[in-house]
């Protein structure tokens, strides 16, 4: 990003009778070089100056001059061009860079706010499968992102612990289930499955299974103390083996209260949605009506009394504004759950909580892989850890082909394998829908996370090789051809493309900065001779390497992909 020099601003702002900061959003980057660095298109004040645009750039070109660092200016058509002195740009972004450090484009802006974030959110007793990958990827990249601007995150794990499930889980178990076999399982979690499972097989024939399942879950919501015990150990073991697939992708989590965290905190709220008259009662249920909203109404009680999935998340909110006076309240969730959120948005706006508008639902699209999607009740569900597993395995594979002597072969493996499956939903827009391929993530020259881990790996080496230099002595004028200057420009562009990501909740716009930053260090890396130049050629040429190197790292960082020295 060019910034553009106040006195440009000041003198253009006295021309046109505009503001500064308005006229500051006239500038456009030329597509060539020919055109120069910055150029401003004079049509936006041809209405105000009632003149074509040419004869406007005319007249502003002598009022353009003697500016620092702009080293000649062009009217072209209607266009005014600046040149800059590339040299002194190249100096402070690369100086900017190497100080900051990993703090590069980082802000206060956040300082005191409390972000919540609710991602991953997993099912106690179902798989962890691929299709958790994106909410839990993006959640991560997220609460990283928001650190980097100053936010404190609040990384909160909604588990899905609470519902009819439950019951048939304990039936199943208690008819079918072996302890000591689950507990000694390599993966408990499959254990309860394969039940849950046979408890949907079995029910088809028999009907009563389903009876018995709501008088367990009747059991559970009582507190019976044998099935409440059987039912956190079903917790416990779906946790256990959740953290296995946390600790590769380097996640942690602040909160794992889930929604049976609120079964005790449930009926205040009711009782003051019904004091507010916000419900009503429809058949025996207590809803929300929203027809004036355009939405059908929102369950409240179903029945039988009993609470749902909308109760707990309104309940969820308000706790979550109590305990942590969130600044903004996020819900990482796929686009499925479209009306829900806005149901549980507006019932709390009609509660009267003036921060609902606080309240985001960051929406992504499907995930599958190319082999078809999968559904949990047929028990097809392809599982995330495995598909982590096999991505290092595919990697380990390929580096012992590439650079068989690595010396820390297993931990560079897990890098790369699991930054190529971190990567694929983080490089679209998040509503994107996405389809998983092994060909496209393991691809070490595409635009995908090996490439870029392999670039920073270039970067350390160059630096490794060339030893100290001397920053001071760095002659800029080495990195002001084309291919300097463009990489120049991609490294200044990183700290923008954070601040849209959290403006926007997309972290792809930094996948692709990175990707950019990538692609442009390549290019300059075959173009220019870093070592066994003049010492002032060298050192510049170090510098913008060392830049490189850092903006890399910290982008990858941002997104959860983390960035080996070697590889
Ligand atoms: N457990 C739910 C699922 O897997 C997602 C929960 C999202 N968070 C929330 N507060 N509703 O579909």
């Known amino acids: 990003m060019m910034t553009v020099d106040p006195i440009i601003l000041d003198r253009l702002s006295a021309y046109s009778g505009a503001p500064a900061d308005e006229c500051a959003g006239w500038f456009e980057v030329p597509k060539s070089r020919e055109m120069g660095d910055l150029a401003l298109p004079c049509f936006r004040m041809a209405k105000v100056k009632r003149m074509a645009p040419p004869?406007?750039?005319?007249?502003?070109?002598?009022?353009?001059?003697g500016i620092p660092r702009v080293i000649k200016v062009e009217a072209v058509g209607g266009y005014l061009n600046f040149f800059f002195d590339r040299s002194a740009g190249?100096?402070?972004?690369?100086?900017?860079?190497?100080?900051?450090?990993?703090?590069?484009?980082?802000?206060?802006?956040?300082?005191?706010?409390?972000?919540?974030?609710?991602?991953?959110?997993?099912?106690?007793?179902?798989p962890f499968g691929v299709h958790h990958i994106t909410t839990t990827v993006l959640g991560h990249s997220l609460s990283r992102i928001f650190a980097h601007l100053g936010y404190n995150p609040v990384r909160i794990n909604h588990l899905g612990d609470w519902g009819t499930q439950f019951g048939k889980m304990l039936v199943a178990y208690k008819k079918w289930g072996d302890h000591d076999k689950i507990e000694n399982s390599e993966s408990p979690m499959r254990e309860l499955v394969e039940l849950y499972v046979?408890?949907?097989?079995e029910a088809e024939n028999d009907p009563s299974l389903d009876d018995e399942a709501r008088a367990a879950f009747r059991s559970i919501e009582l507190h019976d103390p044998e099935n409440w015990a059987l039912y956190e150990w079903f917790k416990e073991l779906t946790l256990r083996e959740a953290q296995r697939v946390y600790e590769l992708l380097g996640i942690e989590f602040d909160s794992y209260n889930g929604e049976a965290f609120y079964e005790d905190k449930m009926p205040a709220v009711i009782k003051e949605l019904q004091d507010k008259?916000?419900?009503?009662?429809?058949?025996?249920?207590?809803?929300?009506?929203?027809?004036?909203?355009?939405?059908?109404?929102?369950?409240?009680?179903?029945?039988?009394?009993?609470?749902?999935?909308?109760?707990?998340?309104?309940?969820a909110a308000i706790y979550r504004k109590n305990t942590y006076d969130f600044y903004k309240n996020l819900y990482v969730v796929a686009y499925q759950q479209n009306l829900h959120f806005r149901q549980v948005f507006k019932v709390l706006e009609l509660m009267g909580c003036d921060w609902a508008k606080d309240c985001v639902h960051v929406n992504f699209g499907m995930i599958s892989m190319l082999e078809g999607t999968f559904s949990t009740r047929k028990g097809n569900a392809v599982y995330l850890e495995d598909v982590l597993r096999s991505s290092i395995e595919k990697t380990r594979a390929i580096m012992m082909e590439k650079s068989p002597d690595l010396p820390n072969m297993d931990e560079v493996a897990r890098q790369v394998g699991v930054g190529?499956?971190?990567?694929?939903?983080?490089?679209?827009?998040?509503?994107?829908?996405?389809?998983?391929?092994?060909?496209?993530?393991?691809?070490?020259?595409?635009?995908?996370?090996?490439?870029?881990?392999?670039?920073?790996?270039?970067?350390?080496?160059?630096?490794?090789?060339?030893?100290?230099?001397?920053?001071?002595?760095?002659?800029?004028?080495?990195?002001?051809?084309?291919?300097?200057?463009?990489?120049?420009?991609?490294?200044?562009?990183?700290?923008?493309?954070?601040?849209?990501?959290?403006?926007?909740?997309?972290?792809?716009?930094?996948?692709?900065?990175?990707?950019?930053?990538?692609?442009?260090?390549?290019?300059?890396?075959?173009?220019?001779?870093?070592?066994?130049?003049?010492?002032?050629?060298?050192?510049?040429?170090?510098?913008?390497?060392?830049?490189?190197?850092?903006?890399v790292k910290l982008g990858l960082y941002l997104v959860g992909v983390e960035a080996p020295e070697r590889m």
């Open 55 to 65: 004869a406007i750039a005319s007249e502003l070109l002598p009022l353009m001059s």
């Open 90 to 126: 190249a100096r402070d972004t690369v100086l900017g860079i190497i100080n900051a450090g990993e703090r590069y484009g980082a802000s206060c802006e956040g300082e005191g706010r409390n972000v919540c974030i609710d991602f991953s959110s997993i099912n106690i007793c179902k």
């Open 198 to 201: 046979k408890f949907h097989q």
């Open 277 to 315: 008259a916000v419900t009503t009662v429809d058949n025996g249920m207590t809803i929300v009506d929203l027809s004036e909203y355009d939405m059908p109404p929102c369950l409240i009680l179903k029945s039988n009394g009993g609470t749902i999935y909308p109760t707990r998340d309104i309940t």
């Open 420 to 551: 190529a499956v971190v990567w694929g939903p983080l490089y679209s827009s998040r509503i994107k829908d996405f389809t998983f391929s092994w060909d496209k993530a393991l691809n070490f020259e595409g635009e995908t996370a090996p490439y870029a881990q392999y670039t920073h790996a270039r970067c350390c080496s160059v630096l490794r090789k060339a030893g100290e230099y001397d920053i001071e002595k760095a002659d800029w004028s080495a990195v002001e051809n084309e291919s300097s200057a463009a990489l120049i420009k991609a490294l200044a562009a990183l700290p923008k493309a954070i601040k849209l990501a959290a403006e926007k909740y997309e972290p792809y716009l930094i996948s692709r900065a990175v990707i950019e930053i990538c692609s442009c260090f390549n290019k300059f890396y075959f173009e220019n001779r870093i070592m066994g130049e003049a010492e002032g050629v060298s050192a510049a040429r170090l510098a913008v390497t060392e830049a490189t190197r850092i903006a």
